[in-house]
């Protein structure tokens, strides 16, 4: 339920440019007649890809790349390493279809738009990026777990428990207040300088830090081109 309250979601529009390597389990020679019936395949290759991460707020979807919800910019041009498996039919003299499952290990976690920690709301550019920085807040503003009452932030006592005591955003003025009962130990988890991202534990500037990865399905016709006149061996 926490998860569901903190209300991330992400669309992204991905533009891929890659070469691979084919290798079949049955052997190719390229004519007709010595082309295997169906082959199993595997690839491994290459990829360029731009990306663009976005959020659906309000009905709207949001570009998160120029709000800087993390203080930094979302670098949209990546690399990716794609592989995957596949298995390809004979159609015709020149013709083969093929359907395949490709798994892309990048290198980045900007995917989801939510790869780093936390900043200071203040730092933040735009009422809007404070909204979307902290949902959790309003989310629980939007649900009436959370009240202004005179100035005066309160949990009400029907609120689950990893909402009270945790950092609260003020839909308003986009500021961060807290429970001063700081009852519960999830409190810190939207503190300044704490991992944004739902790996927990996660260091994003650690080397080998936890990377998106994104998975492609789809269908291939392919039309061989003709190498030239066979003559048949005596």
Known sequence: RFRAVRGLNFVNNILELKGDVVVDLFENRGTYNKRPKFTPYGFIGFAVFYHTPSTIFRNE???????????????????????GVGVRWKLARQWDIA??????????????????KYIDP????????????????YNAFER?????NGGIWTVSS???DFVKGQFMTDPTTGLLVMDPTGAFPMMNSHSPGNVRATKEGADPNAF???????????????????????????
Do not use: M
């Open 158 to 160: 029907d609120a689950p």
């Open 61 to 83: 979807e949001i570009n998160l790349v120029p709000l800087k919800l993390e203080g930094r910019e979302i670098q949209q041009i990546q690399v990716a390493i794609p592989f």
């Open 99 to 116: 359907g395949e499952f490709g798994a892309r290990k990048t290198f980045t976690d900007d995917l989801d738009g939510a790869g780093g």
């Open 122 to 137: 203040s730092k933040l550019p735009s009422l809007q990026a404070k909204l979307l920085a902290y949902r959790a807040g």
């Open 144 to 148: 009436g777990w959370v009240k202004n």
């Open 208 to 234: 080998f830090a936890p990377t998106d990865w994104y998975f492609v399905w789809g269908v291939h016709l392919t039309y061989i081109i003709q190498s030239g006149i066979r003559c048949p061996k005596f």
